[in-house]
């Protein structure tokens, strides 16, 4: 059973747009662009560890520099990648995203979600908390979604299908991303999840 994001009339819609606008490849060369400066950047300092190198080892003992973790940062795209997933079928015909290249937007938002929360574990240590908090309250607010997509158009198959993606994202952020439960966390998870839903009214 084909998936109902990968449907040919949209994709084919999209590529005759993408082809004749200028825009449209502008903007698929700056993503393409902005992944791969993301990708070295994410290679040289959590993989390769390049800002140490220069360090002296006295001021490494006494500032005790925060070392991005590489968990933390594939957790943070897996999941964007997952909530992308359940999104573009189900968030089409929301206020921000809508037309026929909402596909497109939501995949630049959640790109640039994904690239942001990478970027941020790079130079803060309490990035995993607030990455949980958001991924948490997306997961949630898009499985309220999935439910009520699934009454409009009774297609309850993708429905389990997009239902188990989000469960399964929120246990790879619960097991990799979990750190802290406290008040701040709690209250960035609630307003994110009623932005979702609010966005989506």
Known sequence: MPLTFLHQPMFSAAWIYLRESFVLQLFAVSVIALLLGIL???WAEAWKLKFLE???INTIEFTHPHIPSRKV???IFLCAVALLIVAIPTMRGSHLFG???AWMQ???FFILAGSAGALAELHWPGTRDYAFACITGSA???ITIVWRFAAATHDWNMTLLHASLLVLCLLLAWRL???SWNVRIQLTAVIIFALWLLLNL
């Open 40 to 42: 070295q950047k994410v």
């Open 54 to 56: 220069m360090a002296p």
């Open 73 to 75: 940062i594939v957790c």
């Open 99 to 101: 037309g026929t290249l």
């Open 106 to 108: 939501l995949a630049g």
């Open 140 to 142: 949630m607010a898009l």
């Open 177 to 179: 991303l979990f750190h």
